[in-house]
């Protein structure tokens, strides 16, 4: 829609980069309030934050490239322009939480200590990433016939056609997912609430790309990153379930022996 914000002389502002840096504002901002009675523990967080947001970005780049190799491959020399747009949200996911797992392993910290406030920061950013791909064009929706989910929209390319509306999907469910999640916050363990919240994102993602018309690798007739968000999704689930349970559990454990003191 909006690729290009406006230019200071021979410097164009792209919205995709103005976008993503509100967004990591947005999000160290909400971690930093649901923090702000720890400022020893917030510290710590956002030093975790800080090693992993590298690795975020680089496995986004990888994951996006991977999945549009047919025109990188043909320029190879833009593979390097993060700025213009074009960060996989799986890549970033993946590597962003392995970097601050692999952090809290190296410092002996707990990963569940801060999960919750991570899930949190991670919907943050989709919300943003989502309004992003909204006004560069990208992750645009598949041509289709009139009807509630179509308008008259563009693609990466800027032309126009009746295409569903795929970035306003996720930008409205990820902005669903995100107050689901600020509820749930301190009502359920925080490992929990990161589980249960990757699960959401999963399935509204897995949703929208039901409607996506954007280039992707496929397997077969089906888009890897569809594929790539139903096993975020049953791994997700499967580890809510998990957690969920083992900490019910040790909570009776703990009330038991209590009790019996």
Same mark, same amino acid.
């Given at each position: 829609?909006?690729?290009?914000?406006?230019?200071?002389?021979?410097?164009?502002? &792209?919205?995709?980069? %103005?976008?993503? *840096?509100?967004?990591?504002? =947005?999000?160290?901002?909400? =971690?930093?309030?649901?923090?702000?009675?720890?400022?020893? !523990? #917030?510290?710590?967080?956002?030093d975790?934050?800080?090693f992993?947001a590298l690795?975020?970005?680089?496995g986004? !780049?990888?994951?996006?490239?991977?999945?549009?190799?047919?025109?990188?491959?043909?320029?190879p020399?833009?593979?390097?322009l993060?700025?213009r $747009?074009?960060?996989?949200y799986h890549? %970033?996911?993946l590597?962003?939480?392995?970097?601050?797992?692999?952090?809290?392993r190296?410092?002996?910290e707990?990963?569940?200590e /801060?999960? $919750?406030?991570l899930?949190?920061m991670?919907t943050?950013?989709?919300?943003f $990433?989502?309004?992003?791909?909204?006004?560069?064009?990208?992750? &645009?929706g598949?041509?289709?016939?009139a009807?509630?989910?179509v308008?008259?929209?563009?693609?990466?390319?800027?032309v126009?056609?009746? #295409? &569903?509306?795929?970035?306003?999907? $996720?930008?409205?469910?990820?902005?669903?997912v995100l107050?689901?999640?600020?509820?749930?916050?301190?009502?359920?363990q925080?490992l929990?609430?990161?589980w249960?919240?990757?699960?959401?994102?999963?399935?509204?993602?897995? /949703?929208?790309t039901?409607?996506?018309g954007?280039? *992707?690798?496929?397997?077969?007739s089906? #888009?890897?990153?569809?594929?790539?968000? %139903?096993?975020?999704?049953?791994?997700?689930?499967?580890?809510?379930? &998990?957690t969920?349970?083992?900490? #019910?559990?040790?909570?009776?454990n703990?009330?038991?022996?209590?009790?019996?003191?």
């Amino acid at each position: 829609m909006y690729p290009i914000l406006t230019r200071f002389g021979p410097f164009l502002i &792209y919205s995709y980069e %103005v976008i993503l *840096a509100l967004g990591i504002a =947005a999000s160290v901002g909400l =971690a930093s309030w649901l923090m702000k009675e720890d400022k020893e !523990r #917030r510290s710590r967080f956002f030093d975790a934050c800080l090693f992993a947001a590298l690795f975020a970005i680089l496995g986004g !780049r990888f994951g996006f490239v991977i999945s549009h190799w047919s025109y990188y491959s043909e320029v190879p020399s833009d593979i390097w322009l993060v700025w213009r $747009g074009g960060l996989s949200y799986h890549g %970033v996911l993946l590597g962003g939480v392995l970097a601050f797992w692999l952090w809290t392993r190296w410092r002996k910290e707990s990963f569940a200590e /801060f999960a $919750g406030v991570l899930a949190l920061m991670i919907t943050m950013l989709s919300v943003f $990433g989502w309004l992003a791909c909204l006004l560069e064009g990208s992750a &645009y929706g598949e041509v289709a016939s009139a009807g509630l989910l179509v308008g008259d929209l563009p693609d990466s390319f800027g032309v126009y056609s009746l #295409r &569903y509306g795929s970035q306003m999907m $996720g930008l409205a469910l990820s902005g669903i997912v995100l107050t689901l999640s600020l509820l749930l916050y301190k009502r359920i363990q925080p490992l929990s609430l990161f589980w249960l919240t990757m699960s959401m994102l999963a399935a509204s993602r897995l /949703f929208v790309t039901l409607f996506r018309g954007d280039e *992707a690798v496929q397997v077969g007739s089906v #888009r890897v990153d569809t594929i790539a968000d %139903v096993i975020f999704l049953l791994v997700s689930i499967a580890a809510f379930i &998990y957690t969920f349970f083992t900490e #019910r559990t040790l909570r009776t454990n703990e009330k038991t022996t209590q009790t019996i003191g």
